[in-house]
């Protein structure tokens, strides 16, 4: 059957009750997503029926409820018959379904009109709960589609306990149009000039379905605010109430008029205008012409045009004029990033963020505003169809999915937490940094999500700009990743990467360029840890037989002496071996993963934040291998020396003593600050480039600091312990003495060397601990 031209598409009917036209017009059978509604199975084992992102009619299937017996009872369930769904709310879904499938044909195809109540007296089971607001919102747009001119604000009255959910549907439904600027009374108290309780209405800002917002002076507090006028239902100012947030607009209060059924919410008003303003700036601005001073250029435009006064010294706008173009968008991004986690954590997300939400202070301090208000830190949107809330440029590729399934009639399962967040804030930086969107404007949302679940294609990553710090590039990568399990988890997290981004000497540890010798180091970690930790050992090993030798077995018979050697000949062949795979194995996450991850393995949370520790602790697990190494060379020597020689004098005890700890000494600092550098300044930022930064790694780079300072005084005592033992030499041989004073000397030059390092791991650590702490 061809369609009906008098059938609009936007009102083609569906088993979902959505916006998908069936050109071959009704289903002409009813399978099981018919019987069940189309949400399908949820994580909670309930099936959800309607048309929206949230859904009035809940089926318990009995799943989660089995599940919780058979894990927290001690015994077998009971019967299964006790699990099943009631079959009187299967078919209340059903006919739920039903119901708004005949409207549509009923107000637009035949022009034979059907109201709720109507069906409500066909089918009394309508009335067995509250009826799906998706139902009402259905029956409002099918009833203006077919030409009747009916009143929001009507059915608002008419169902007060649907009204919250009916407003949002109405706000948020693309086909909406603009059929009802405004479902808002109108009078002269009402309009610009107009008083309203204590608000004098200066300017109006905006307005939408069911809202208009003025400028407004409130008398009473002598103070300018954002005055919001809407009708009286829902929780939205409570809810935003929670939000104390500096990037977050501030919620003062509300006045409910009951007379007019009004609710005023006034808030803080900022009036440098919005990030869409500098948008729209930086793209008529060359690149080599933007830089943070573009920000405050865009808000000194609009206070001009407000008529609002500039602020005095502000160290904000001091610090936005220094900054590159890059960094103002990361010092953008980490504010705006702190505030979505601060809303996460009082259980709110904001579900549309764009540049127009983000308005800015007179000093340039940016602020969220305009939440889709929504309760809980995840949105549970199984089996939903439809309406979604957010901006189809901006929307995460799950949201899309959401929006995508109301204009194909497939239902989805999926879950919208603060990741959905980061990904629209990732649109809008890159947008920002750019002067275009990281995807092209799509006119469907099936189209948008087929490019967004593509990823950023390399030909747009590739158009950054070229002071765009490799670190800012691999952040918006990151929270632009199609699958948000590979997104920044939290907008702490978030934060943290940006701070990163714009901290010079943390971002080049993090992000070295590619090619360069640090990066290259990384596929070398093996031979580099071994090849530190040995060769100074080796050093020590050849000075601790020279010195001995001389001093002590020198003095021993021909046999004693061959005996002796041999002795160390089967030390060092078990020593040196035995070490290496003990510092091997003890090191092995330090060495094998921040290659895997280099060259592009996927390594989960846990293997990383376990590697993450051990490479800031490679220098000292393997020094302590060393230092146990020569710990028992320390007992085994004197033994067999004592056993060959037939007993030791006091003062040759002394000298094997003094050798030994000179020797260990040289054997644990030296190696110790050669791959602590290494790990600081190779290894450590390839996992922090792949991963997420926590609160434990501020507490193990605090530790290392503290390590580095002990070790400090350990590499000091080499050249001490040289000195004391001259007092020795004296009664040996030259050869001795010259020896020693080597010794001195080199422990001289080692520890200016190991200083050296020192200072610079200090450094590192420090910038590394800027990131970290943050939050």
């Known amino acids: 059957m061809p369609p009906d031209p008098e059938f609009p598409d936007d009102a083609a009917p569906t088993a979902r009750g959505d916006a998908a036209a069936d050109a071959d017009g009704p289903p002409t059978e009813v399978g099981v997503a018919a019987l069940i509604g189309p949400g399908g199975t949820g994580s909670d084992g309930t099936t959800r029926s309607g048309g929206g992102p949230s859904s009035g009619v809940v089926v318990d299937t009995g799943v989660a409820r089995l599940v919780a017996e058979w894990e927290e009872g001690d015994g077998p369930p009971a019967d299964l018959r006790d699990y099943l769904p009631d079959t009187d709310a299967i078919r209340r879904a059903a006919l739920i379904e039903l119901v708004m499938v005949d409207l549509a044909y009923r107000w637009i195809r035949v022009r034979t009109p059907k109201r709720i109540s109507d069906y409500c007296l066909d ?70 000039g107009g008083r309203l309780d204590d608000f004098d209405l200066v300017a109006e800002l905006g307005h939408g379905a069911f809202a208009r917002v003025f400028l407004a002076r409130q008398t009473a507090m002598r103070r300018w605010v954002a005055l919001k006028l809407s009708r009286n239902v829902g929780v939205e100012p409570q809810t935003l109430a929670q939000l104390d947030h500096p990037g977050i607009v501030r919620v003062y209060d509300q006045r409910v008029l009951e007379d007019r059924r009004l609710r005023a919410l006034f808030m803080e008003f900022v009036p440098g205008g919005t990030l869409l303003d500098v948008a729209r700036l930086a793209r008529v601005t060359p690149p080599e012409g933007r830089s943070g001073q573009l920000v405050l250029d865009s808000i000194d435009r609009e206070l001009a045009r407000k008529g609002v006064a500039g602020p005095g010294e502000s160290s904000i706008r001091d610090e936005l004029s220094t900054l590159t173009w890059p960094e103002t968008v990361a010092w953008i991004g980490l504010r705006l990033a702190e505030a979505l986690e601060h809303a996460r954590e009082q259980g709110v997300l904001h579900r549309d963020v764009k540049p127009a939400n983000v308005l800015l202070t007179a000093e340039g301090s940016p602020k969220l505003a305009d939440f889709n208000v929504s309760s809980g830190d995840t949105v549970a949107v199984p089996g939903s169809t439809g309406v979604v809330a957010g901006s189809l440029a901006y929307m995460s590729p799950e949201q899309l999915a959401v929006s995508a399934s109301g204009t194909s009639g497939v239902a989805v399962d999926t879950r919208i937490d603060t990741r959905s967040d980061i990904y629209s804030l990732g649109v809008m930086l890159w947008e920002l940094l750019t002067g275009e969107r990281p995807f092209p404007d799509e006119e469907t949302p099936a189209a948008a999500l087929a490019r967004r679940r593509a990823g950023v294609p390399e030909s747009v990553a590739a158009r950054l700009p070229d002071d765009c710090p490799v670190a800012l590039r691999r952040v918006l990568l990151t929270a632009l990743e199609p699958q948000p399990e590979r997104r920044w988890s939290t907008g702490r997290k978030l934060a943290r990467q940006f701070a990163l981004c714009l901290d010079p000497r943390a971002r080049e540890l993090v992000d070295p360029r590619p090619g360069s010798r640090r990066s290259t180091a990384v596929r070398w970690a093996l031979p580099i840890v071994l090849a530190s930790i040995g060769i100074p050992n080796l050093l020590a090993t050849g000075y601790n037989y020279y010195y001995n030798r001389e001093t002590i077995v020198a003095r021993l018979a021909p046999a004693a002496q061959q005996s002796l050697d041999q002795v160390h000949l089967v030390i060092g062949l078990i020593a040196f071996p035995l070490a290496a795979l003990l510092i091997v194995w003890w090191c092995r996450p330090a060495i094998t993963v921040p290659r895997r991850v280099q060259a592009g393995g996927v390594v989960d949370a846990r293997t990383l934040a376990n590697a993450r520790r051990a490479t800031l602790d490679l220098g000292h697990r393997s020094v302590i291998v060393a230092f146990a190494m020569w710990l028992v060379a320390g007992i085994v020597y004197p033994i067999t020396l004592h056993v060959v020689a037939g007993g030791i004098q006091g003062a040759t005890f002394s000298q094997l003593v003094a050798s030994l700890a000179v020797c260990g000494a040289v054997a644990v600092a030296y190696p110790y600050f050669i791959l602590t550098y290494f790990a600081v300044r190779s290894l450590y930022p390839v996992l922090l480039a792949h991963g997420e930064i926590g609160s434990g790694d501020g507490r193990d780079l605090r530790v290392l600091a503290v390590l580095c300072t002990r070790y400090l005084a350990v590499a000091a005592s080499v050249p001490l312990v040289g000195v004391a033992g001259l007092s020795f030499a004296r009664a040996g041989s030259g050869h001795v003495e010259v020896t020693v004073r080597l010794l001195c000397l080199g422990g001289i030059v080692g520890f200016i060397l190991v200083y050296q390092l020192f200072r610079r791991i200090e450094a590192d650590l420090r910038a590394l601990q800027r990131v970290v702490i943050l939050g």
């Open 123 to 192: 089918f009394g089971e309508l009335l067995a709960g509250p009826i799906p607001p998706e139902l009402i919102y259905e029956e409002f747009r099918v009833r203006r589609l077919a030409g009747e001119k009916v009143s929001a604000e009507d059915y608002v009255a008419e169902f007060p306990e649907q009204a919250e959910r009916f407003v949002w549907l109405l706000e948020h439904d693309p086909r909406s149009g603009a059929a009802s600027p405004s479902a808002l009374p109108d009078g002269e108290d009402l309009r610009v």
